[in-house]
Each structure stands twice: as structure tokens, then as C-alpha cells.
């Protein structure tokens, strides 16, 4: 994978709602571009560390984008723009939104994550069709 043109998404691996983002994701992505690692993970930890971010702090999913990186309401705003079609227009509409108040807002689902949609005992298996694209 070129460092350059790479997208990764590390997200919090017992996490719900995160899991489910995964998912999502996974499925609207048709051109298969972005990657995902636990925040927990070997592979996530490591990230963390090269771009200088906590690794214990794990109430923000983190997206890579090259050599730039994008957390709380940046990196879905980010997100929504690689996607493309019907979901760069969302990117459009979170970047005319100031961003404490998106961020805000990203805080408070990151902070009741676990109560609202609970938690799970271990990260996420991959099955074998997008193990590829789960970075080790």
C-alpha cells in the first residue's frame, strides 16, 4: 500500500456503533479504498504512534488520509469525501457546520457509545471476503 495515497480508518474494536459504522462503510465503499485497524489492535497502536496521537485514548476514531490525519468530526467529514457521490455533498454540508459544534456533538455519542449501543468482549472478525481489507 502506498503511504501516500492511503486510507485508513482506526476505530474503537469493541465498540457497537463503531463495529456497525465498519459495516456501513464496508458497504458503501464500492472501490474498496479504505482500510481498517482497531484502535486496540497491534497494527492501530503503531499508527497512533507515527502520526504522535494518545493510544490510550480511544474515544475518537482516527482516519488516514496519505500523510494527514483526521479525528472526530474532521475524519467523518473526510470519510463522506472519499466516498464520493451523494456522500462528498454530506462532507460539504459538516464543513459548513463549525467545527466545535460538530465536534460537540461527535463528543457526546463518543462519550455514551457504550450505553447506547453497547459494548462487545472482543474485537470484530472480519470475514473472509473484506479480510483484506483489515490491516494487521
Known amino acids: 500500500m502506498n503511504n501516500h495515497n492511503a486510507s485508513i480508518l482506526l476505530f474503537d474494536g469493541v465498540c457497537h456503533f463503531c463495529d456497525r459504522s465498519v459495516q456501513f462503510l464496508i458497504r458503501h465503499d464500492h472501490k474498496g479504498i ?27 476514531l482516527v482516519f488516514i488520509h496519505g500523510q494527514h490525519y483526521f479525528t472526530k468530526s474532521a475524519a467523518v467529514r ?16 459538516l464543513k459548513l457546520t463549525p467545527r466545535p459544534l460538530r465536534d460537540t456533538i461527535y463528543d457526546l455519542v463518543a462519550k455514551n457509545r457504550y450505553k447506547w449501543f453497547g459494548q462487545k468482549d472482543q474485537c470484530m472478525i472480519p470475514s473472509k471476503e473484506v479480510r483484506n481489507r483489515f490491516l494487521q
Open 34 to 60: 479504505i482500510k481498517f485497524a482497531a484502535l486496540q489492535s497491534n497494527k492501530g497502536q503503531e499508527l497512533l504512534r507515527k502520526h504522535q496521537l494518545s493510544t490510550t485514548d480511544l474515544n475518537s
Open 78 to 93: 473526510e470519510i463522506c469525501r472519499q466516498l464520493g457521490g451523494k456522500w462528498k455533498l454530506f462532507s460539504v454540508l
